[in-house]
């Protein structure tokens, strides 16, 4: 189980292809990329802030809580902080799974937490200057499937 905050920016394909190598008994690997939105011109610049050590033991518990729940062989987490721009991945996770729903399910389980329940403070910057995000309503709801 890996999970990294990055400052850098990353590519999801040599992520995947890695996350797949050797799994001679995993059936299934299901994984997403979500990338930064420029929300039509609004947002120049995504912030995203962490407490380095608390945000990826934060992570690592639901992490565990997803391994055992979808028995998952394996997951991997990479989420970037700092400044990120329109286009560029933010959040890639991949779950492995003898099962194909199992692998589907863990996966959405985990960014649905990401997104509204990690320890994380997002910020844009646009032309009328910055303004913090909190999670939507939909954020919620998807989370709460999960209870």
């Given at each position: 189980?890996?999970?990294?905050?990055?400052?850098?920016?990353f590519d999801p394909g040599p992520l995947l292809s890695g996350f797949c190598r050797g799994r001679a008994e995993t059936g299934a690997v299901a994984s997403f990329t979500g990338l930064a939105r420029a929300e039509g011109g609004e947002t120049r610049i995504l912030e995203l802030e962490a407490y380095p050590g608390f945000t990826e033991t934060q992570i690592g518990a639901i992490a565990e809580t997803a391994k055992t729940r979808f028995e998952l062989h394996d997951l991997m987490i990479v989420h970037r902080i700092g400044q990120i721009a329109p286009g560029e991945p933010i959040v890639f996770v991949a779950t492995a799974a003898a099962?194909?729903?199992?692998?589907?399910?863990?996966?959405?389980?985990?960014?649905?937490?990401?997104k509204s329940r990690a320890p994380f403070w997002k910020k844009e910057?646009?032309?009328?200057?910055?303004?913090?995000?909190?999670?939507?309503?939909?954020?919620?709801?998807?989370?709460a499937r999960w209870a």
């Open positions: 189980m890996m999970i990294s905050l990055t400052d850098q920016g099962h194909r729903r199992a692998a589907f399910e863990a996966c959405d389980y985990l960014m649905d937490y990401l910057h646009g032309p009328d200057g910055a303004r913090w995000i909190e999670p939507r309503a939909q954020d919620h709801e998807d989370i």
